[in-house]
């Protein structure tokens, strides 16, 4: 997902996965980025949307309230399930 200023604001955007980021049973995965807030031992909100991180650990960094993030996450039903989470500066 990308964001793009609409009205003044970020507005969350999907973008396709590419053929290889394909997780559980054909589950597409999809790119957020943006900064963490409301982070908790399990998940954290990004761009309105909640990720559970566990047990997914970031390739880079360390995950902190406010830390800009790239997150490649397969959502399923109320969850959605980080696969990859690089921490940028």
Known sequence: MLTRKVGGA???EFVSQSANMSYGKGTAAQLIHGRISALTATS???????????????LDGSLSEGAKVDVWFTPSGAINQAQIIDVGD
């Open 44 to 58: 954290f909100d990004l761009m309105g949307i909640v990720i559970q991180y566990s047990p997914a650990t970031p």
């Open 10 to 12: 970020d507005t969350p």
